[in-house]
């Protein structure tokens, strides 16, 4: 391109791309050349370093929004309503049950929840990379990691293996995110992941699930379990939001 931009740093770029994607879900290389004022060589080189990133996932001629796929690297989902999941996680503080034992997921929300417990001579079983990483940093914690095949873009295990230890294990509570929420339960973007969480469900005493608000307005296909099931819901979310759910018999807590 004879007149390429040559004033937009990387980082803008990055930025301009995730912003027309999040609009438009999707993009042809040409699309965003011409958008951004430079060359389809340079879209390609941005999209291949952004998808290494985890910020969004390539296509043939072009990219797609990450929520329009499966795969969403944890990075950007600890990134993204970071505050948001801060406050998640201020509102479970307040309704946690006793536990010895607990699974946690590696959903962003359940490791800003994780990072703030205290788990002193507790044992905890999880599936997360960051989660396991970051807590078996604190004294006096067991971390079980189940093994499996690890996906950079969940930074997480997945698979049959993961399913098939949590069989062997007898846990108190579960500390779950998911993808999305409805009235009829929680949902995941992927197979593998509610599978895993389902493993999870059937082998903790009591469950908690913890959603940001934006979880309310998204909408994925596969099914953890109903919300009833859960113990409770722990959200940011107004009351306004939780209304239908709490009118339905599900217990939910944002504040």
């Not at 509102?91 to 703030?116: G, Q, W, Y």
Request: glycine share 4%.
């Amino acid at each position: 391109m004879a007149n390429e931009n040559k004033d937009l740093f990387v980082s803008e770029r990055f930025r301009m791309i995730l912003d027309y994607l999040e609009v438009h879900k999707r993009a042809t290389v040409e699309e965003i050349a011409n958008k951004l004022y430079v060359s389809p060589a340079t879209v390609r080189r941005d999209f291949a370093s952004m998808q290494k990133l985890g910020m969004l996932q390539r296509t043939h001629g072009g990219a797609i929004y990450l929520s329009a796929s499966e795969d969403v690297s944890i990075f950007v989902r600890m990134e993204k309503e970071s505050a948001s999941k801060e406050m998640v996680a201020t509102v479970a503080m307040n309704h946690l049950p006793e536990f010895k034992s607990c699974f946690i997921d590696n959903s962003s929300t359940a490791f800003a929840l994780a990072t703030r417990l205290d788990l002193s001579f507790k044992t905890i079983v999880t599936n997360g990379l960051e989660v396991a990483a970051k807590l078996s940093e604190k004294k006096n914690v067991e971390v079980i990691f189940l093994g499996g095949v690890i996906r950079y873009s969940h930074f997480a295990s997945t698979g049959i293996y993961p399913c098939k230890m949590l069989e062997d294990f007898n846990l108190d509570v579960m500390f779950s995110g998911a993808a999305s929420v409805k009235p009829e339960g929680a949902f995941e973007r992927s197979l593998e992941t509610m599978e895993i969480k389902q493993s999870a469900f059937r082998r903790c005493r009591k469950r908690i699930l913890l959603v940001d608000k934006s979880k309310f307005s998204e909408n994925f296909i596969y099914r953890t379990a109903p919300l009833k099931e859960y113990d409770f819901v722990c959200t940011d979310a107004d009351s306004v939001t939780i209304a239908p759910y709490v009118a339905s018999g599900i217990r939910v807590f944002n504040r």
